[in-house]
């Protein structure tokens, strides 16, 4: 028995040990650069706030579409002197023939970094959670989260978020050095004809020479548009134009009712879904998987009912939409086929795209996707926080009941 077990172990032996010498060895890459290019429309592009909202209401229409970018560059090399870098673009970009990435002074703040407020004393008021597009809602809805119950340090039951696979970028403070714009140098708005389409040069004295092709299909996704209209119940359905470049759809909503001291917060998804984390960019292949689990609406959708519930609980809820795009990832040199040899990495670039849209749900609100001049984001401006909602919290401010009812979901969640 035993010359017989150990007879079966030998080839495994050898099989394991050649399976390890054929494991390549792969080095990280010395520098990262993100190009992030958003495109912007409704309320949000607009600046939102109440002069927008009376613009709507006066039937000036929601804000057009505005193009941003957030460029990010990472090195794990130190630079030679005080730290320069510039990122060359394409003519057709219209902003001349560079854009400098400085180096912050400090960090910048990062929204959504901080905990539950000290000072909010005790919460009042109950969270009720919707999900799915439809005239009425789907049984076992709404989950309801009570405040006091959480300041008491109750669990609420028959909560759901799922975990979103999402890469984290440079960043000042994480890597040796880094690079930014558009920054308290040069913040100029992106034009609303820009285009990413060409060939890109990164340039810094930490990092290696980064160089690189946008195609069309990588370029700034259109603007989106977004009609709604009563339905015979009451319930809301929205309808949008598709989105050329889009992998996926998603939308949540917001609202609260005076004087009931509940906070009303919804998703497209067709499970329970909070959907904080997916109201920003989303590698394509998570969004495959969200498809397939029926939380993200497929690309070939248009359309998507708010169900009645909702909107009775809630006094013109504002909703949020988000068209996710593809990505650009090249990593340079490439990866060498025999195994033997290893893969060392000089540099990695990702280009990432969403476009995005906000609405209140009702009559005469409509936002369209227009071509006025846009704005550049600030250098305060950072990309959100997986987990915040984002702009529906500066809209609704942090005051607010929607802006506690964030706060508390970001203390379940630890987010």
Not at 184 to 212: C, M, T, W
Not at 316 to 325: D, E, K, S, T
Not at 349 to 358: A, E, H, I, Q
Request: with cysteine; net charge neutral; hydrophobic share 40%.
């Amino acid at each position: 028995m035993r010359n017989r077990a150990f007879a079966a172990l030998v080839p495994l032996a050898f099989a394991t040990a050649a399976f390890a010498q054929q494991q390549q060895v792969v080095k990280p890459p010395i520098a990262v650069y993100w190009v992030s290019a958003a495109t912007t429309s409704g309320l949000a592009a607009g600046g939102g706030g109440t002069a927008a909202m009376m613009g709507m209401m006066l039937g000036r229409g929601g804000g057009s579409a505005q193009r941003t970018l957030d460029l990010r560059l990472g090195s794990s090399q130190a630079a030679s002197g005080a730290p320069q870098a510039q990122h060359d673009i394409p003519p057709g970009l219209n902003m001349g023939p560079s854009l400098p990435l400085l180096t912050p002074a400090r960090a910048p703040a990062q929204p959504g970094e901080r905990d539950l407020p000290g000072d909010m004393g005790q919460p009042k008021g109950r969270l009720l959670i919707f999900w799915g597009c439809g005239e009425k809602a789907g049984p076992g809805q709404p989950v309801v989260v009570d405040y006091a119950g959480l300041a008491a340090g109750q669990r609420p039951p028959n909560l759901a978020a799922r975990r979103v696979a999402v890469p984290a970028g440079p960043m000042f403070g994480h890597n040796r050095s880094f690079g930014a714009w558009p920054n308290q140098q040069d913040s100029r708005p992106v034009p609303a004809d820009g285009s990413l389409k060409g060939d890109h040069a990164v340039k810094a004295n930490y990092a290696p020479e980064i160089r690189f092709t946008v195609d069309e299909q990588r370029d700034f996704m259109p603007g989106v548009a977004l009609t709604s209209s009563a339905t015979a119940t009451g319930a809301r359905q929205v309808r949008w134009g598709s989105v050329t470049g889009a992998t996926g759809y998603f939308m949540t909503a917001f609202g609260s009712k005076e004087g009931s001291g509940d906070v009303v917060m919804w998703s497209s998804s067709a499970v329970q879904e909070m959907g904080g984390a997916l109201m920003d960019y989303v590698p394509p292949n998570e969004v495959a998987r969200l498809v397939r689990e029926r939380v993200i609406l497929p690309p070939q959708t248009n359309e998507c009912t708010v169900p009645v519930e909702v909107l009775k609980a809630a006094e013109i809820p504002m909703l949020q939409f988000i068209a996710y795009g593809d990505e650009l990832n090249v990593v340079h040199p490439p990866r060498p086929k025999d195994p033997k040899i290893a893969w060392e990495q000089q540099w990695a670039v990702k280009v990432r795209l969403k476009s995005t849209s906000m609405t209140p749900l009702a009559d005469g609100m409509d936002m369209g996707a227009g071509a006025a001049e846009p704005r550049a984001r600030g250098p305060r401006e950072e990309a959100r926080t997986p987990g915040a909602p984002g702009e529906a919290q500066q809209q609704q401010g942090e005051g607010s009941p929607v802006g506690q009812g964030v706060e508390i979901l970001r203390g379940i969640f630890g987010r």
